[in-house]
């Protein structure tokens, strides 16, 4: 075990020009990767979320993956590094991030409520229809009853 950093005012400073939407969903996504709770998500965690999520990763990839974000060098990434990596200011790639989560959630076409469901059960979680509607509700901009790419970019750039 590796001893526990503490940085209480690391999160907020870390969310940065980052939407209250986003930093809430980051928060929920974190939450959904760290499987034990210990407030850091370390190789094994990444590594069954991946796999959940239809990506077999190496090891060798995994680690990667935590150097890129692990600013306190702890062989883990705790949740403002976890954030980090989602400012728009450091990360010029929203665009193709936001595109790839989108394929990601809708399987290709549009985000559904069907396809919110199929996510959320692919990484384990049951979500009942009232919290999909909701979810759709939410997102759907052009109120069409689906989230297309155009509703889904425009999550990330709300302020
Ligand atoms: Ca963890
Ligand atoms: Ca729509």
């Given at each position: 075990m590796s001893k526990k950093v503490e940085r209480p005012d690391a999160a907020a400073q870390?969310?940065?020009?980052?939407?209250?939407?986003?930093?809430?969903?980051?928060?929920?996504?974190?939450a959904l990767f760290d499987s034990k709770k210990d407030g850091n998500i370390d190789p094994e965690e990444l590594k069954e979320m991946m796999g959940h999520l239809g990506q077999e990763c190496s090891d060798e990839e995994i680690k990667d993956m935590i150097d890129v974000a692990d600013e306190l060098s702890t062989g883990r990434i705790d949740f403002p590094s976890f954030l980090k990596q989602f400012q728009h200011d450091e990360n010029d790639n929203t665009e193709q991030f936001v595109q790839q989560a989108f394929a990601l959630i809708g399987g290709g076409g549009d985000i559904t409520g069907d396809a919110i469901e199929q996510f959320f059960a692919r990484i384990g979680l049951k979500l009942i229809s009232d919290e999909v509607n909701e979810i759709v509700k939410i997102a759907?901009?052009?109120?069409?009853?689906?989230?297309?790419?155009?509703?889904?970019q425009k999550l990330y750039t709300r302020k």
């Open positions: 870390a969310a940065g020009n980052l939407t209250k939407w986003e930093v809430a969903e980051f928060k929920e996504a974190f759907d901009e052009d109120g069409d009853g689906k989230v297309g790419l155009e509703d889904f």
